[in-house]
């Protein structure tokens, strides 16, 4: 048999099945972009090699996958964090027109080049840490052109740089202000014109809300995901991030691919959760960045079986977080997870939160080839430091 490239010498961390599927001796191989062999080098097939590449016992896990950001928007807001350093609350910003709004101002100004421009610099902090994929969310334009024009952008960010990007559209992010006092009805045109279009454009892989106090009711995120559905798009959901409303359970009940953020999340939630398969995506970056002190029930998740992601959530206001190696960190250390639930939580269980288990996520023949190769002595290495980067190469697609 004949395969592009080989790397052999390496210590795996596969993710196959259950744990880390750790392989102490290991082999990869890649034909077409696609992984042919991955596991114990004295089991491999036969195969020739057109170019071998030795490890020199590094370890290799599949890419990272950053399943939750909001990479595309226009501007910072460092001022406003220079608010809250002084006293001053998030929802008191918000209300002084800063918050969601004052970004939403910012990425509506942007043209297309100007978005695109301001993210790549966070998708190469990104891409840096072995990130192969990243999910973008649209929900700073918070009115048709400039929602499509958010998501044309992330869907450029991939033909810039070799990264699998993949979108979900945001606009019930928050309540523009064209539509003050009515937010009914600006559901209502989210299903009934800029979801079709966005839909006719192919411009979503899922749709997302954020269903909030200060966000959307259940009930109107409820006939957001209808209109979803009805344009063959899976959903996921902000929920339960400030307050419990039984998003969550909602989201389960449709099928949800995940639900994100979860510290106000309740044991019907859960339970709605395992019965979906719907992930629990944890932001523990926004988590740090706001001082939050509710942890979200990882031992009732875990108890219940519901698989658990890591994400950045990267966004303006409450997460400028670019490090997935961070997150994992943040993941541990503020929520007690272990390092194999980080881990998985950024390779099978993040690419099931964006609905490519079959694609990415784990070393697996017929898998993408996206590899992470690391220097380092012990998986436990990624989860432990602090702003470091032990990185050695990355892989997409076999390159
Ligand atoms: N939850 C959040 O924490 C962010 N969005 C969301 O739905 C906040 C985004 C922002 O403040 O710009
Ligand atoms: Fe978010």
Known sequence: MQCDKLWTNARLATFAGEGLGIVDRGAIACRDGLIQYAG????????????????????????????????????????????????????????????????MRATRSASE?????????????????????????????????????????????????????????????ALPPEYAGDADAYIA???????????????ADAVDAFCEGIGFSREQTHRLFL????????VKLHAEQLSNQHGA???????????????HLDDDGIAAMARAGTIATLLPGAYYFMRETRLPPIAALRQAGVPIAI???????????TSLLLAMNM???LFRLTVEECLTGVT??????????????????????????????RPAELVYRMGFNPLHARIWSGQ
């Open 189 to 203: 045109m989210l299903c009934d014109v800029l979801l079709p279009d966005v839909a006719a454009a192919g411009l």
């Open 348 to 377: 099978r269980n993040a690419a099931r939160a964006l609905g490519l288990a079959h694609r990415i996520g784990t070393l697996e023949p017929g898998k993408c080839c996206d590899l992470a190769i690391w220097d380092i002595e």
């Open 311 to 321: 994400a950045t959530d990267c966004n303006p206001g409450t997460a400028p977080l």
């Open 113 to 173: 080049a100007d978005l695109v421009a301001s993210a790549l610099p966070r998708l190469d902090a990104l891409i840096a840490e072995g990130v192969t994929t990243v999910e973008v969310k649209s929900g700073y334009g918070l009115e048709r052109d400039s929602e499509l024009r958010m998501l044309q952008a992330a869907r450029r960010l991939g033909q810039e740089r070799p990264v699998h990007i993949v979108t979900s559209f945001l606009g019930a992010h």
């Open 40 to 103: 114990p080098i004295d089991q491999m097939p036969r195969l020739d090699a057109v170019e071998i590449i030795d490890c020199a016992d590094r370890w290799i896990t599949p890419g990272l996958i950053d399943c939750h950001t909001h990479l595309v928007h226009g501007a910072d807001r460092a001022a406003e964090f220079e608010m809250r350093l002084a006293g001053a609350s998030y929802a008191q910003i918000a209300q002084a027109g800063g918050g969601i709004v004052s970004t």
């Open 331 to 333: 993941g541990a250390t």
């Open 249 to 263: 359970q909602l989201a389960a009940e449709h099928g949800a691919l995940s639900a994100d953020h979860l510290e």
């Open 227 to 234: 209109a979803a559905r009805r344009h063959g798009l899976p």
